[in-house]
């Protein structure tokens, strides 16, 4: 006996909400032109993000360069085993040009490819400006290869944006007025400001708002690159960017992919509904924080053996109030590497406790964050500096190490 994992219905709402919105073609093309940097650029200038962006481009004429550090220690790459590095935390423009800044100071930091952001796509941060600007200072200057946007359910957002999806898929969603023409999805499990961090609990069919809010924002600013912490999140997404090709996903760490027994559960999602040419939306699965060295290596043989281009992260340093104080998993990393299986090294943290490097900073609204910038620029920079020493000690043990274009010569 088999079970769909979507039924007749579920099907014709995600169709319905594909086609309010162009088609796939049409969703495709926006979002590939919206990746322009000059687009970007006009655009950002016009919202009062161009100076921002100017000064960027002559900041990182000063980071290191990958070439200078392995011609100054003799190093080759003579091992099986890619590392590619990765940092989240990137919370918006203004901490993220801050961090650009220590790094140039620094000059010898090496700057990660792949960037995670967790912030809720607000109307201010999706069309004030915002988020485009973040994504052109990480994909354009920096030449980051992945730029992850954070969807959580739980963003207040106009009241409209919530009548027009029930209106389009024929759905209800459960909401609250919270005034000035703005609504907000009732999380049963959100008790505090960020419990059940804004939004991983889908409850009903909340994954259709998940779907619209991340496909408004790919269409508006070119992000194509999101976050996907839910299990029917998933299976939605598999479906629903079947023919978009460029629109791809990184699954949560707080799936608790700890086994291999976890990782073949998503497997078997990603098998229902996959493009034509045998891909899947999904491009990055972390594995879970309890994992150990053997059982990430074995989920990489798996996925290896599945055929799809999958990649697998795992967290080295995380948030003291993520989980445990102590957590490095820096040795574990080292081990998969020898082993010959590629990984991508994830910085929540650099494991110092420093003000702002918390759960909490993920959730501050536009204004404080903007306030705050300086701070979380801060810590941005250190988990950058962590990131760094652990990819050189990679690359001198031998393993071709990833990071972003800006970090090259050529």
Request: hydrophobic residues 40%; proline residues 2%.
């Amino acid at each position: 006996m088999h079970f769909e994992l979507l039924s007749d219905k579920d099907l014709k709402a995600m169709d319905e909400l594909v086609n309010s919105y162009g088609g796939a073609k049409e969703i495709s093309e926006k979002i590939e032109a919206s990746r322009d940097y000059e687009t970007r650029k006009k655009i950002a200038g016009e919202k009062g993000f161009g100076e921002m962006l100017e000064k960027a481009e002559e900041f990182v004429q000063s980071f290191g360069k990958v070439e200078d550090f392995m011609e100054k220690n003799d190093i080759s790459v003579t091992k099986k085993g890619v590392c590619t590095t990765q940092v989240s935390g990137f919370q918006a423009a203004r901490p993220t040009y801050e961090c650009i800044m220590r790094v140039a100071e620094d000059g010898e930091v090496l700057f990660p490819t792949e960037m995670i952001s967790v912030v809720g796509l607000t109307e201010n941060y999706v069309y004030g400006g915002d988020l485009l600007s973040t994504l052109a200072l990480a994909e354009n200057i920096l030449g980051a290869s992945k730029f992850c946007t954070t969807n959580l359910l739980g963003t207040p957002l106009p009241e409209e944006r919530f009548a027009r999806i029930e209106k389009v898929t024929g759905e209800k969603f459960a909401r609250a007025d919270l005034g000035k023409g703005l609504s907000q999805i009732i999380l049963k499990n959100m008790g505090t400001s960020y419990g059940n961090l804004g939004g991983v609990e889908v409850g009903n069919n909340n994954h259709l708002v998940y779907l619209d809010g991340i496909t408004r924002a790919a269409i508006s600013t070119g992000a194509n690159f999101f976050l996907n912490p839910s299990w029917s999140t998933i299976v939605a997404a598999c479906y629903y960017a079947r023919e978009i090709p460029n629109l791809s996903f990184k699954i949560s760490m707080l799936l608790s992919t700890q086994n291999a027994i976890q990782l073949r559960m998503l497997l078997n999602i990603f098998k229902e509904y996959l493009r034509d040419d045998g891909t899947t939306p999904i491009y990055e699965i972390n594995i879970g924080n309890a994992a150990t060295a053997e059982t990430f290596i074995q989920c990489s043989e798996e996925v290896q053996a599945s055929g799809l281009p999958i990649f697998l992260a795992a967290h080295l340093r995380i948030n003291l109030d993520l989980g445990r104080a102590d957590f490095n998993w820096t040795e574990n990393a080292f081990k998969v590497l020898e082993a010959g299986r590629d990984l991508t090294i994830k910085y929540e943290s650099d494991g110092e406790g420093r003000p702002y490097d918390t759960m909490e900073a993920y959730f501050l609204s536009d204004e404080e964050r903007n306030e705050k910038a300086a701070l979380i620029g801060e810590v941005i920079y250190h988990k950058c500096v962590r990131c760094d020493k652990d990819a050189k000690e990679i690359m001198k043990r031998g393993h071709q190490t990833q990071f972003a274009k800006v970090s090259y010569r050529t």
